[in-house]
């Protein structure tokens, strides 16, 4: 009897909360998306996002909208080595996508090329938006962001929405 009054609890403390609800199922959702064996760069590991270089591995379409500050459009169906050669492979590089489940792809393949410190943004740039934290277009501070699509806009609390 006392599983079924907190189970109503729990369900109703959701429901009459959803930033809560949302924000326990955007982590549950990220837990099932990420790789426990690739390392994660959280928003507040200042020491490391102020020193790497930040690579956004979303589509060209999505990066226009807009990008964190100084990222370099690397995309995802189109990634190639061939457009990071420039990059040091003992420099610290952060990717981020959406939510991090394609930066996480493309890390790897840095990786496996050699590049010794490289981490996936946790949460992506929806999470990236809902802390507030300021994003760009082209050089100048703007609220919008892509989400992909009207779908996955759910994950997103913070700025205009785009898709």
Avoid at 96 to 107: D, F, M, N, T
Avoid at 128 to 143: A, F, G, L, S
Avoid at 153 to 158: E, L, R
Wanted: aromatic share 16%; glycine share 6%; hydrophobic share 35%.
């Amino acid at each position: 009897m006392r599983i079924r009054i907190l189970g109503i609890f729990l369900l109703g403390f959701l429901f009459y909360f959803p930033a809560f609800s949302q924000s326990f199922a955007y982590k549950t959702m990220l837990n099932g998306i990420y790789d426990n064996e690739f390392p994660l760069v959280y928003l507040d590991q200042d020491e490391i996002l102020g020193k790497a270089i930040l690579l956004d591995t979303r589509e060209k379409e999505e990066y226009e909208v807009s990008h964190l500050k100084n990222a370099r459009w690397v995309g995802y169906d189109t990634f190639s080595l061939e457009s990071i050669k420039d990059v040091a492979r003992d420099k610290p590089i952060v990717v981020y996508c959406s939510v991090g489940a394609r930066s996480q792809e493309i890390g790897k393949k840095l990786k496996s090329a050699g590049y010794k410190e490289v981490y996936n943004l946790y949460g992506g740039i929806f999470h990236w938006i809902n802390e507030d934290r300021p994003v760009y277009q082209d050089q100048k501070r703007t609220n919008r962001i892509h989400t992909y699509n009207r779908t996955w806009s759910i994950w997103v609390n913070k700025g205009e929405k785009v898709f």
